[in-house]
């Protein structure tokens, strides 16, 4: 079966500088990768999509990479600020049903100043 | 985009009861999902819900523990059934925009359910 593994263990940086996250899975080759920040008491909220043809995706401080050879995705912040620590998750699309996600176990992120 | 709300908020309740959580949706949507989110945990993909059909349970959901209505377009509840202290988790309902996948999910605020 599908298996994603994030870091559990949580990621602690200094402010300003770039948090890099790391997504891990096996078994099978999704079409499309996506990552989601989930702040305490609150749903996750979408950050960004990566497709498998598509090596790597950016959206003002964040980077996503998707290699496929090494089945994994970073997850890069630059710059990185308090007001980015959150739980970060990815998930991917499921394989034989496509709108259907699973999702890791998330990654905490702890900037400080 | 979209705004999701979720009643109730939060709820405490006694084991053999049942709680019926509310989504809903600010404008039309095909696809809503029912997620739980134990804690530490993942989630959890509890069944997709779309109008007009039967909801689909993924392994280990049945209809009878967590039965699902989706009257309409923009409003689905999902129930969970003779709860047990095992049901305690974060409940959330989800919509996408979109079919055949590729698309992002929005998410509620979740329902944070303790059975006591």
């Known amino acids: 079966s599908q298996k994603i593994e994030q870091n559990s263990e949580a990621l602690n940086i200094q402010e300003g500088k770039t948090a890099t996250l790391t997504c891990n899975y096996t078994?099978?080759?999704?079409?499309?990768l996506q990552w989601y920040r989930q702040d305490p008491g609150r749903g996750p909220v979408f950050l960004l999509l990566?497709?498998?043809?598509?090596k790597e995706k950016r959206k003002e401080r964040l980077k996503v990479t998707f290699d496929t050879t090494l089945k994994q995705s970073l997850f890069h912040i630059t710059a990185s600020q308090p007001a980015d620590s959150a739980t970060y998750l990815c998930?991917?699309?499921?394989?034989?049903?496509?709108?259907?996600?699973?999702f890791g176990t998330g990654t905490r992120l702890q900037v400080f100043p | 985009s979209a705004v999701i709300s979720q009643k109730p908020s939060r709820d405490i309740c006694q084991r053999g009861t049942s709680l019926t959580i509310q989504c809903q949706v600010d404008?039309?949507?095909?696809?809503m999902f029912w997620y739980r989110q134990q804690p530490g945990q993942s989630l959890t993909l509890i069944a997709t819900?779309?109008?007009?059909?039967?909801?689909?349970?993924e392994s280990g959901f049945v209809i009878d523990k967590f039965p699902i209505s989706r009257p309409n377009l923009t409003f689905s509840t999902l129930t969970v059934s003779n709860m047990s202290p095992e049901d305690s988790s974060i409940y959330l309902c989800?919509?996408?925009f979109g079919a055949g996948g590729g698309y992002e999910q929005y998410f509620g605020p979740g329902t944070r359910l303790t059975v006591t």
């Open positions: 989800s919509v996408e």
């Open positions: 078994n099978y080759s999704p079409a499309y």
């Open positions: 990566i497709r498998e043809n598509e």
């Open positions: 998930a991917l699309e499921q394989g034989t049903r496509a709108d259907k996600l699973i």
């Open positions: 404008s039309q949507v095909t696809m």
């Open positions: 819900a779309n109008q007009g059909s039967e909801a689909t349970y």
